[in-house]
Structures are given as C-alpha cells and as structure tokens.
C-alpha cells in the first residue's frame, strides 16, 4: 500500500522516472490489472496520458511555494 509513495515507486521499480515504457504501473494499468479490475471509478484515457505523460517528464514530485521571509516586526504589525 505505498502507490501514493513516490520514493518507494521508484525504489521498486514501479516508477521509472522518464521512462514510462518501463514503468510497471504503467503497465499494469495498460493491462487492465490495476487497479483491480472490481474498482470504480475506472481511470478515463485522459488520466492514463496524464500518468504517463508525468512519468515521461520525469516523476517528479510536489514542490513547495516560494515564500518570502519576513521580519519579527511583520510578525508583530499582522497580530
């Protein structure tokens, strides 16, 4: 139970960053096996291009926004 674990997608090999071909999620969802056969909702085509078009650009993972430090006196003027 780790699909929504990038790091352990990629250390097992389910995830090939940049390579969907070799990718065995991929796969297994081309193939119909996953998800299981019995869940629902199904995903659409568009999600399948979707996946594979993340893999393809490398898997890469969430990033945190930007934010610009401030200073003890903002802290103070916005309580």
């Known amino acids: 139970?780790?699909?929504?674990?990038?790091g352990k997608?990629?250390?097992?090999?389910?995830?090939?960053?940049g390579?969907?071909?070799d990718s065995r999620l991929l796969k297994r969802?081309?193939?119909?096996t996953m998800p299981p056969p019995d869940e629902?909702?199904?995903p659409s085509p568009?999600?399948?291009a979707a996946l594979r078009a993340w893999?393809?650009?490398g898997?890469?993972?969430p990033t945190a926004a930007a934010r610009a430090a401030i200073t003890p006196a903002e802290v103070h003027a916005a309580i």
Do not use: E, H, M, S
């Open 1 to 6: 139970n780790y699909v929504a674990d990038l």
């Open 9 to 17: 997608l990629v250390a097992r090999k389910k995830v090939v960053p």
């Open 19 to 21: 390579n969907p071909d």
């Open 29 to 32: 969802i081309a193939d119909g």
């Open 40 to 42: 629902q909702p199904r």
């Open 46 to 48: 568009a999600d399948v």
């Open 55 to 57: 893999v393809a650009a």
């Open 59 to 61: 898997a890469p993972g």
